[in-house]
């Protein structure tokens, strides 16, 4: 497989608009879903707390696959933004959502943007979702534009 060693600006704004598009649609639903809720209408916080993690860990697979292509002597072996979202993504899809070791990178709670350890459970909420997306677009311009 062919690897990237850059990316074009356009390229990454692009998809930085994608994903804050994507939790902003989000930010909406739940603004609104607590509104109803607030009014007594209709009991939505359970299902919101159902709903946030699996939409929001999903962001994190969405990051990685992104920039799926890059070069992996570039991207290093530390615990930064682009390695925590392929550790994420292999634990979400691989290790039932539970944050792994990843062999050659080794997770560490005082780098990791939402602040995991290795064996908790991957619960993103917006604050880790919108952190860890700033992080991963602030490496791939200074790495990779």
């Known amino acids: ?3 990237r060693n850059s990316y074009a ?4 704004e692009h998809c930085r608009a994608n ?7 989000y930010r909406d639903l739940i603004a609104a879903a607590e509104a109803v809720d607030a009014s007594g209408k209709t ?8 709903f946030e993690p ?6 994190a697979i969405i990051l990685d696959a992104l920039f799926c292509r890059r070069s992996r002597t570039m991207e290093g072996r530390d615990g930064k933004p682009l390695n925590e979202v ?12 539970r944050l792994c070791a990843d062999r050659p990178i080794r997770p560490s709670a ?14 993103l909420d917006e604050s880790d979702s919108r952190a860890l997306a700033a992080a991963l677009f602030a490496e791939i311009e200074a790495e990779y534009v």
């Open 1 to 3: 497989m062919v690897s």
């Open 9 to 12: 600006q356009d390229y990454v």
């Open 19 to 25: 994903i804050g598009t994507q939790v902003g649609a």
């Open 43 to 50: 009991p939505l916080s359970s299902a919101i707390g159902k």
């Open 54 to 59: 699996l939409f929001l860990n999903n962001t």
């Open 86 to 97: 392929k550790v994420l993504r292999i634990s979400l899809m691989l290790h039932d959502g």
């Open 110 to 123: 005082t780098v990791s943007v939402p602040k995991l350890q290795v064996g908790d459970e991957i619960r």
